[in-house]
């Protein structure tokens, strides 16, 4: 017989007998799960996202609203600080013997006309068609739509956002009639809104002729170089990322012939 246990206290196991293991009360946790299975490891952390991209969108959409967004508004901005500059310049036309027919008849040739297009690839470089840059090119391609006398337009990114090589285009088909004028006005009006561009230069302006101009800056953390052009039907720029004044200055003229187009 067990030994009589006094009132108030548990009764003890018998000899021979495990007693039971205590259980977790109510509300505290149990015992800790093991780790993963033998020869499972632990999933690798996330690589680190590039901030390449985010900045390179932050720059476009910058660029776009700086350079060429509320392209009406901007572009009458410029021209009217351009209109301020050159009005106490202004000298009256020397009267001139007006040409008798013959003579206008003799040296009146076929006006040639101009027009922009959106070429497939720019100098080696695809569209950019990632869902990111969608809205910022679509804003472009609205704003240029504004232009005063605008005929055609062509707004659109190429490159590789990866690779830190892209090219913005933003160019207008229109009756121009002082190409100095205006393209001194797309600078200024760009400079107007923020955008300030730098160290202005003259590239070659290649078989189109017309005059041009480049300038660098910055546009969201990103360097921009700036390469614009105006004639007699067209006005436009060409904005490249992450790319040397030089490097600029040297590939301007062959993709501005892309996308401006002559014909008699």
């Known amino acids: 017989m067990p030994p009589s246990v006094p009132p108030g206290y548990p009764p003890q196991p018998g000899y021979g007998v495990q007693p039971p ?17 033998m020869g499972a490891g632990y999933p690798p952390p996330p690589k680190p996202k590039s901030r390449t991209l985010a900045i390179t969108l932050v720059s476009i959409a910058v660029v776009l609203v700086l350079c060429v ?17 050159t009005t106490s310049r202004t000298v009256a036309p020397t ?42 090119v679509d804003q472009l391609k609205e704003e240029l739509r504004k232009m005063p006398r605008a005929t055609e337009t062509v707004g659109a990114l190429y490159g590789t956002p990866a690779e830190r090589d892209l ?36 590239p070659s302006s290649g078989s189109l002729g ?10 969201g953390g990103a360097p921009v170089v700036v390469c614009g052009w105006a004639d007699d039907g067209s006005v436009g720029l060409l904005i490249s ?3 040397s004044m ?7 003229p062959k993709l501005r012939a892309q996308v401006e187009k002559v014909s008699n």
């Open 21 to 37: 293991y205590p259980q977790p009360e109510y509300g505290q946790a149990g015992y800790p799960q093991s780790g993963p299975p």
């Open 246 to 252: 030089s490097a600029a200055k040297a590939e301007f």
């Open 95 to 136: 009267a001139t013997a007006s040409p008798t027919p013959e003579q206008t008849e003799a040296t009146e040739e076929p006006a040639a006309e101009i027009t922009v297009v959106e070429p497939r690839t720019l100098g080696g470089r695809p569209k950019v068609t990632d869902p990111q840059f969608t809205g910022a």
């Open 241 to 243: 990322y992450y790319k």
């Open 167 to 202: 090219v913005v285009v933003a160019a207008v088909a229109s009756e121009v009639e002082d190409p100095q004028r205006e393209l001194n006005a797309t600078f200024l009006g760009a400079g107007i809104s923020g955008l300030m561009l730098t160290g202005l230069t003259t």
């Open 210 to 219: 017309g005059v041009a101009k480049c300038g660098k800056g910055e546009a």
């Open 69 to 85: 967004g509320g392209g009406t508004a901007l572009y009458l901005v410029g021209r009217n600080a351009t209109d301020d500059v």
